[in-house]
């Protein structure tokens, strides 16, 4: 359905032309995070990606720990919905909740599930912007542990939203191996890239909490 450019640098998130025949921002139709810190862009790559989203009407889809990079650009956590705080539990069988099973991106997993992989606690997230589409099942984990920060038990483990004319999704199944070798998570990972590439629909309007 596309072909796949797999960079550990940063130099073809640009809008500049670079020389030789090197691809950049405005050949690609989406751009994938799985990353952390802060990564080597300068301020104009930087507006470029916001541009390429906001602007372009193209995809941003951040894996894991997309969301535990860049906290010194805020716009970029507007982006994606939130940012890394933490991880309560560490890796353990975790119980999800889809609240949106009509949605394409996650129609094939069952009503509840457990996946063991290491699931991030989201702060400046809010359901005022993006639709969550799973989320931990809040009568199902310690909610003692001592590095929980969110007081309204709301975990929400994969969303999406419109940026704009563009489109971003966010999960953070993906630390373990054996999560990214379900099908069900490569199947959610796949509809949501044919999303964010607009081949495909799926509603984004953010709601309450279900």
Not at 35 to 63: C, N, P, W, Y
Not at 137 to 149: E, G, P
Not at 171 to 189: C, I, L
Request: without cysteine.
């Amino acid at each position: 359905m596309w072909d796949t450019y797999i960079r550990t640098d940063t130099q073809l998130l640009t809008k500049k032309k670079l020389g030789g025949n090197a691809k950049t921002l405005d050949y690609f139709d989406a751009v994938v995070f799985y990353t952390t810190g802060e990564l080597d862009m300068d301020a104009q790559q930087k507006a470029d990606l916001l541009s390429f989203v906001r602007d372009d009407g193209k995809g941003f889809i951040a894996v894991h720990s997309g969301i535990d990079t860049f906290y010194e650009w805020p716009e970029y956590g507007e982006m994606t919905g939130g940012y890394f705080d933490l991880h309560p539990w560490n890796q353990f069988n975790a119980p999800v909740v889809v609240e949106d099973p009509a949605n394409p991106i996650v129609a094939h997993f069952p009503k509840e599930f457990t996946i063991m992989d290491e699931i991030y606690q989201v702060k400046n997230f809010s359901r005022d912007r993006v639709r969550v589409l799973m989320s931990l099942d809040a009568s199902k984990i310690d909610l003692n542990n001592k590095n929980i920060r969110r007081t309204d038990k709301d975990f929400a483990v994969a969303w999406l939203r419109n940026y704009g004319k563009g489109r971003v999704f966010y999960s953070t199944f993906g630390h373990r191996e054996d999560a990214w070798n379900r099908p069900d998570v490569q199947k959610m990972y796949l509809e949501a890239v044919k999303w964010a590439m607009g081949m495909s629909q799926a509603e984004a309007t953010p709601r309450p909490k279900q």
